[in-house]
Nanobody, 123 residues
């Protein structure tokens, strides 16, 4: 069974950068779309960005273009989220989720979800 495990979160100062990892185990990421979502305390979960099996990228939040970048490494069975120029509003639990044969349009309807990694932007 596919399992997704996030890592790379932590405390970062405003203006700093982090790279989050979403590692798949049990299955390879072939034919899977993987998206990143985030949920801040007291807020609704929102989609960040998604990449499908053909490396087509969908930004769920256009405001994050230029700061957040998604990529994948099939050899490592891992998807990354590079986050730059972080601000306190980016503080959230970041979760990766996936679905086979998806074009990323399913968003919150992804089949498999990780538990998340916490990102705190604070100085």
């Amino acid at each position: 069974q596919l399992q997704l495990v996030e890592s790379g979160g932590g405390l970062v100062q405003p203006g700093g950068s982090l790279r989050l990892s979403c590692a798949a185990s049990g299955f390879t990421l072939d034919y899977y779309a993987i998206g990143w979502f985030r949920q801040a305390p007291g807020k609704e979960r929102e989609g960040v960005v998604c990449i499908n099996a053909s490396n087509v990228i969908t930004y769920y939040a256009d405001s994050l273009k230029g700061r957040f970048t998604i990529s994948r490494d099939i050899a490592k069975n891992t998807v990354y989220l590079q986050m730059n120029s972080l601000n306190p509003e980016d503080t959230a639990n970041y979760v990766c989720a996936g679905a086979p044969w998806s074009d990323c349009s399913n968003g919150d309807g992804m089949d498999y979800w990780g538990k998340g990694t916490l990102v705190t932007v604070f100085s």
